[in-house]
């Protein structure tokens, strides 16, 4: 069963969510290795883990759902399946990721990112994380991935859809990081402050 289209989050930045996923395929492309969309989707969704782990904050701000093969980042998926004239908003993810091909992906041939240092709109912080998730997983897997983003012992917060999507609340995802309450409660201020600063914004540039 297709992911339901959820509201996608304010936070949410598509030349990160580009980014993130050229760093991990421009690092299986120099191994001369295939990745999946489960394989990437699973590395993607454990670096915006781990930043929140880190920093309290997401690299990409994507929303995180709860879907049969484990979580997901929810507008990342979106843009995977969509077709081209369905994708809203993609443009530079267009630019950098190719069409999937079955359950492959790659980069572009033309995308211009020949090392990670293509990678301008990544953070020294976000980029010593994708190094440090491809380090750990980069070499498993997709069924490895999945099988362990399904454990309890790892992704907490995911639970089992019955088939269908569930959202992830981001207050479970820092109970299950084992943030205390009065850490959760400042976190959620700051994301939603911020989730307002960029809804106005975003309203303020359409309607210029």
């Known amino acids: ?4 289209k959820y509201k996608m989050s304010p936070l949410f930045q598509e030349a990160k ?3 993130v996923a050229a760093f991990f395929l ?5 191994r001369n290795g295939s990745i999946t969309l489960l394989k990437l ?4 969704y454990l670096s915006e883990r ?9 690299i990409i701000g994507d929303a995180l759902v709860s879907m049969p093969h484990g979580p997901v980042l929810s507008a990342t998926l979106n843009f995977i399946n ?7 908003g993609g443009s530079y993810w267009d630019k950098l990721i190719a069409e999937r091909e079955d359950r492959y992906m790659t980069l572009r041939p033309d995308s211009g990112v020949a090392s990670a240092d293509d990678l301008l709109q990544l953070s020294e912080a976000d980029a010593d994380i994708l190094e440090d998730i491809w380090k750990k997983f980069g070499s498993w897997s997709a069924s490895k991935l999945r099988y362990y983003t399904h454990d309890p012992k790892n992704c907490p917060e995911w639970e089992d859809p019955d088939g269908s999507s569930i959202p992830i609340k981001l207050e479970t995802l820092f109970r299950a990081l084992e943030f205390n309450e009065n850490q959760i409660t400042a976190i959620l201020e700051s994301i939603e ?16």
């Open 1 to 4: 069963m297709p992911m339901a």
């Open 17 to 19: 969510a580009a980014e």
């Open 26 to 30: 421009l690092k299986t492309a120099q």
């Open 41 to 44: 989707m699973k590395l993607m």
């Open 50 to 58: 781990e930043s929140y782990r880190l920093f309290g904050e997401p």
């Open 82 to 88: 969509a077709a081209p004239e369905e994708r809203d």
């Open 193 to 208: 402050q911020q989730a307002w600063v960029a809804a106005n914004l975003l309203s303020l540039n359409k309607n210029q």
